[in-house]
């Protein structure tokens, strides 16, 4: 079985205040998966998405690090909902 991901990510300003500064941005996680068999017949094309509003603050390294953390937690989420979809995927080609 041959397994192939596509990662991307973005950030999209969701709310501003009074003065124009950017005070929460929404980011956005997606993982395409492709599985093919050994005999390149294909078994599954699909994608899984997650994303999270978060706060922006005046601290640059503190909005870095915020982003990281939720970052990582969302690839998480999705790496459990795509080892679901290979289990599955497995036990059917056994």
Avoid: C, H, W
């Amino acid at each position: 079985m041959v397994v192939n991901f596509a990662i991307s990510e973005s950030f999209i300003s969701t709310a501003q205040n009074t003065s124009g500064t950017i005070t929460e941005e929404q980011i956005t996680l997606n993982i395409a998966i492709n599985v093919l068999s050994n005999k390149k017949i294909n078994l599954l094309t699909d994608s899984v998405s997650a994303s999270r509003k978060l706060p922006i603050s005046n601290n640059l390294s503190s909005d870095q690090e915020t982003r990281r953390i939720e970052r990582n937690n969302l690839m998480q989420n999705l790496t459990q909902k795509i080892k679901f979809k290979l289990q599955l995927i497995s036990k059917q080609q056994k």
